[in-house]
Nanobody, 124 residues
Framework: QLVESGGGLVQAGDSLSLSCAAS????????MGWFRQAPGKERDFVAA????????TYADSVKGRFTISKDNAKNTVYLEMNSLKPEDTAVYYC???????????????????WGQGTQVTVSS
């Protein structure tokens, strides 16, 4: 089970941190990612981190502004979002990919489990 938290309403230029706590069979998690979905649009890749936390990948639209990290002891993945823009407004979803495989997917189909989402709204 994945539970996101930390969403909210902020102004452009502000920062916000999201958390995703995993429970259950976390030992077979290969990668975790963040996706977002704006109204009327598809769910898009934001960032992902590998099993150990040492490998990360980002969408071009957030590179340099967002940072994904992972605390394996707490089974939690974080998304630090800086210099937020109105176009970052969306529901943000946490996702987990099960073993086997060491790849870090950038597509919705690459993940097996999803959280319920948390709303992030950035006003101009």
């Amino acid at each position: 089970q994945l539970v996101e938290s930390g969403g909210g309403l902020v102004q452009a230029g502000d920062s916000l941190s999201l958390s995703c706590a995993a429970s259950g069979r976390t030992s077979n998690t290969a990668a975790m990612g963040w996706f977002r979905q704006a109204p009327g649009k598809e769910r898009d890749f934001v960032a992902a981190v590998g099993r150990s936390g040492g490998s990360t990948t980002y969408a071009d639209s957030v590179k340099g502004r967002f940072t994904i990290s992972k605390d394996n002891a707490k089974n939690t993945v974080y998304l630090e979002m800086n210099s937020l823009k109105p176009e970052d407004t969306a529901v943000y979803y946490c996702a987990a990919k099960r073993l086997p495989g060491s790849d870090i997917p950038r597509t919705v189909a690459g993940y097996d489990s999803w959280g319920q989402g948390t709303q992030v709204t950035v006003s101009s």
